[in-house]
């Protein structure tokens, strides 16, 4: 599975941004999708994740009620949906696919980051 990570840019805070992830393969709905996010000087961590089926998702507390997830499985892709968009959020964002959910496991595979900044 490869991903392509899409959507990031520059925005005010308050404002809101949407992350595309598209990925490749026939067997898109077989995988956990998540977002992951690395501040500089800071560990990478989990935002928010949707289960291979659609029906659960999970989210970082400093997110949830902010940002949603969705997946398109007629265009193999999963969005990022940010909203009310704070300067603690300013990070690279990457998205991931496994075959375990990933809000609780590693992922098998890694996009490129999308760089997400947000200004005070």
């Known amino acids: 599975v490869q991903l392509q990570a899409s959507g990031g840019g520059l925005v005010q805070a308050g404002g809101s941004l949407r992350l595309s992830c598209a990925a490749s393969?026939?067997?898109?709905?077989?995988?956990?999708m998540g977002w992951f996010r690395q501040a500089p000087g800071k560990e990478r961590e989990f935002v928010a994740a949707i289960t291979f089926s659609g029906g659960s998702t999970y989210y970082m507390d400093s997110v949830k009620g902010r940002f949603t997830i969705s997946r398109d499985y007629a265009k193999n892709t999963v969005y990022l949906q940010m909203n009310s968009l704070k300067p603690e959020d300013t990070a690279v964002y990457y998205c991931?696919?496994?075959?375990?959910?990933?809000?609780?496991?590693?992922?098998?595979?890694w996009g490129q980051g999308t760089q997400v900044t947000v200004s005070s």
């Open positions: 991931a696919a496994g075959l375990r959910d990933v809000h609780y496991s590693d992922p098998d595979y």
């Open positions: 393969g026939r067997s898109f709905s077989s995988y956990s």
